[in-house]
């Protein structure tokens, strides 16, 4: 509880010190509104900001993904095919990530939706074995895995079927 306190010194007519009139008022509620509308202005403006920053990274994205498309028509060999797949899934993916970033800067909301978290491993397990030696073998992670878990849309895409 939080109380606002007004004290005023009463005095007779000869100006002489008579008591002391308080008045104490009740202003948690007052507080709690002005505490909702600050966390509310201070979303707001990391909703711009995050919109910002998503429109900048699209065009980031956008001609690495032509780019690859490109690359796909001249590359033959098999490994750098996978390779030029692998940029191109990611690079979707950080899309995708731009595109809920966005949603979220809207104000959307987001929804539960299940995952393939399997699907998921597989990519960063692709991912990790194009980016270390040969030596290192990343599919050893999808092992233990589950298969399916719960997050919150739109901040965790589900992975493609």
Do not use: Y
Not at 140 to 154: F, M, V, Y
């Amino acid at each position: 509880m939080i109380i606002e306190s007004r004290w005023t010194l009463v005095r007779d007519p000869q100006g002489r010190a008579q008591g002391i009139l308080s008045i104490n008022t009740d202003v948690t509620e007052r507080r709690e509104l002005e505490q909702q509308f600050l966390r509310a202005q201070r979303l707001e403006s990391i909703g711009t900001l995050a919109g910002g920053i998503a429109h900048d990274l699209n065009n980031v994205f956008t001609p690495i993904m032509l780019g690859v498309e490109m690359l796909k028509q001249d590359v033959k060999d098999p490994d750098g095919r996978e390779v030029l797949e692998t940029v191109l899934a990611s690079a979707r993916r950080g899309a995708e990530m731009v595109r809920q970033v966005l949603s979220f800067a809207r104000g959307m909301e987001g929804r539960r939706v299940e995952l393939d978290a399997k699907g998921l491993v597989a990519d960063v397990a692709r991912i990790a074995r194009d980016a270390m030696p040969p030596r290192r073998p990343a599919d050893d992670c999808r092992r233990s895995a589950s298969t399916r878990i719960h997050a919150t849309a739109p901040m965790c895409p589900p992975a493609p079927t």
